[in-house]
């Protein structure tokens, strides 16, 4: 068991940082544990939590804005706003049914992974929405970036470098998002049967009209079980008028792919969750899983040649540039074939594949996120160093020397 | 007037100029290479005109391959440079310095893909902002920030600022609708980041390249997101008694989960100036007005306007006008469009960028009227109200010194009382040369320390856009 260290404010944490520095003692950094899973395995044998930095520290609906201490759960955070009408529209995903946690997800922790869901290819990614933040280095100096307003381009953007690196550039104190109201209605049109390029086309069809979509996912036949048809989705939100105008607008314009049928809202809100949480691939446990973010037009066949070299099964959110893939967790996982199939489709412009779900043993073995071309991975590891220069903060979780 | 420092030349490129001018011969062709003093005029200054510096020369290469060969070659002489798109910067980020040497990348506006499918767009910066949009218009698209100036300011300057514009409030700016680059580092390595997908590998460099001001390479292509246009987009005119009352309808508007594609604010100094210019039908009579544009089918846009009238009333509207065509569209459009070009026929302005939470819009406009007032100067305010971001012009007369300074005076008090009420010294112009010495009312020196050190891991001898974003003293030191 490591040592758990709980700062209760920020200026302690900022000790606890300074301390472990002298020390030269790496520490890995923990929200809920509900994804400590993800990227690669820490040499550390200390944990810093941020489990006692809780709190909404301001909330102003009418400004759409919300600031809260980074360790404050989520659905602390969900409620809060919920009781308002509005949310964190990147719709977070939530790792529990993947990684078979159980902890509470923490509002840090969507910032620092840049944790998005189905909503991402409409209103953006954790990343557009994060504002602020308030954290500190690996020199143990707290530092602030962005603010509570909207816009904001006074200097570099360091919310948006922190966002997603997972905690290696520094531990998030406080983090401030901006909300969007919650709609009125949401509806969900469903297509049945397609095979994968059908289905993405039919998506991009949606997701090129005037209709804003704000969710195209492909769940493939026997995904969910053996004898389940292809179910292709997309969903539409606002006021009911709206909704209800759009909807068989959309329908009529998807006409060449099929009849689409309305789903009915709660197996709706279900399949949109299974779509966020990437449910349909938790079981079984030991498969791996992968992420592949691509050009969405190229998911198919990215997904086929992935396929040819070995037994896959997967399914795509983001019309298409979202595909998540679960392989036999053996040898390198899969790695090689996965991108080698990204490779063949376009290089590093085509995409890039993160391992999401293995065993730590393997994590620490094989590339989690994608390889970097040699003078990114330069910059990244300067990056590194000018935030953490004795690499006392998730140390290598990126990458090694990140 | 020289109210900001520029940071001393070194002699001992000065004394070379002959040679790095000569070394540049060497690699683009003369029609890339401005060397006359005429010539270099063009480059003196950017939109923060009262400041000027001519460059020691300025290459405007045709490719990616030719500005890495001019960088690795300006990196290898120890030549500062200065990245340029149009020149149009209001807060003097693509000023020279007289010992730089300026890269343009004007010559680079190819559109290199359209990929309705992947709804990307990848173009060589030099391509202005809205050629983006008319090029995918015929087919329905857009790209979204559309900065006033989009007829003349380019892909580059876009990303170098983080440029927004009326319509971001719904859709973001720059950095919500960038995908990739490419970009050339300061000793001429070329890297991509990102591509046709979302959320680009590792780091978020992107997210940091986006509004770093020059500092970091010089980006040379850049994939951009455009979207499918709504089938409809209707602006409204609401007009008001006082500027408080429309700042408050927003806040309003705002806080009852309505959120516009655009709502932009003018007051009654502006309302006349831009009236009489673009003839758009502003109601003269208003102490101020607000265009807030709905979009969607006619009928969801009639739906949308019900909700907003109702709280308009609520506010003391004394004028509800809806475009009736598109020829009333696009005139209401030209007049805030040309807002700072129609002031600058009436008097010389500054314009100020601040931002501030969209609940002291009321407080901050009667406060913003005192400061400028107190100074006995006049002042037209026009703005991105939906997201707090305040543009005050401040009218002065450029050839009056005194007032000149008075001028720079009342924006630095109107800053700093943005950041007072919990805002931001810049939400879309940047900081440059003008913003930089304030950085220090925003930010701590550990935070500006931290942005720094992650500046030096570009461009560790500080060759890019020097002088520039960080206080003088404190780049200096670092
Ligand atoms: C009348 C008027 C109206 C305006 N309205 C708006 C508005 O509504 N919204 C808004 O946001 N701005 C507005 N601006 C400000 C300005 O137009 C924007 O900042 C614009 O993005 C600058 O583009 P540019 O091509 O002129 O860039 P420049 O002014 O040439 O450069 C801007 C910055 O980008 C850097 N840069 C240039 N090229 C590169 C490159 N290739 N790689 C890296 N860095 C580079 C420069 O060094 C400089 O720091 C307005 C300006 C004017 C004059």
Redesign the interface.
Known sequence: MREILSPVNEAETAEMIREARAARRPIMIEGGDTRSGLGRPIAADRILSTRKLTGITLY??????ISARAGTPLAEIENTLRAK??RLAFEPMDHRALFGTDGMPTIGAVAAC?I?GPR??QT??A??HLIGIRMV?GFG?????G???????????????C???HG??GVFTEVTFKV???PETTSTLALHGLDDSKAIAAL?AG????F?ITGAAHLPAGLESPEAEALTLLRLEG?P??VD?RASALAKLLEAFGTTAVLAPDRATKLWSAVRDAHPLAEPRDAAIWRL?????RGPAIVATVKRKLAARAFYD?GG??VWLAVAAEGDAGAAAVRDALAEA?G?????ATLIRAAEEMRGRINV??P??A??MQ??Q??K???DPDHILNPGR??AG? | MSGIVFPTPDETILARRADIIAGLAKLVPPECLVTSEDERRAFETDGLMSYRRLPLAVVLPRSTEEVAAVMRYLHQEGVKVVARGAGTSLAGGAIPLEDSVIIGVGKMRRILDVDYANRAIKVETGCTNLSITDMVAPDGFFYAPDPSSQLACTIAGNIGMNSGGAHCLKYGVTTNNVLGVKMVLVDGTIVDIGGAHLDAAGLDLLGLIVGSEGQLGIVTEATLRILRSAESARPVLFGFPTSEEAGACVAAIIGAGIVPVAIEFMDKPAIEICEAFAHAGYPLDAGALLIIEVEGSAAEIDAELVRIIEIAKSHGVTTVKESKSAMETAAIWKGRKSAFGATGRIADYICMDGVIPTGRLPYVLHRLQEIVTSYGLRVANVFHAGDGNLHPLILYNCNDPEEQKKAEAAGEDILKLCVEVGGCLTGEHGVGIEKRELMNVQFNAEDLAQQMRARAVFDEGWLLNRGKVFPLAAAEAA
């Open positions: 102003e609906p009418a400004e759409l804005v009408n509005q840049n998005s991402r290819i953006g990614a990343r557009d280095n100096e707290i530092v602030k970036s603010g509570r307003v909207m816009k904001n381009v006074t200097g570099l953007d360091l919310v948006k470098l966002c997603g690196a290696t550039l969007l109201p919650e991009s997701l090129t009209s005037p804003q006021a008028s709206s105008y973010s691509v050009a969405p037009s983001w540039g979202l376009g590093s412009e085509s995409g890039h996120f994608q970097l071309a003078p990114l910059i990244s300067g990056i160093a000018s935030f990126m990458y990140v």
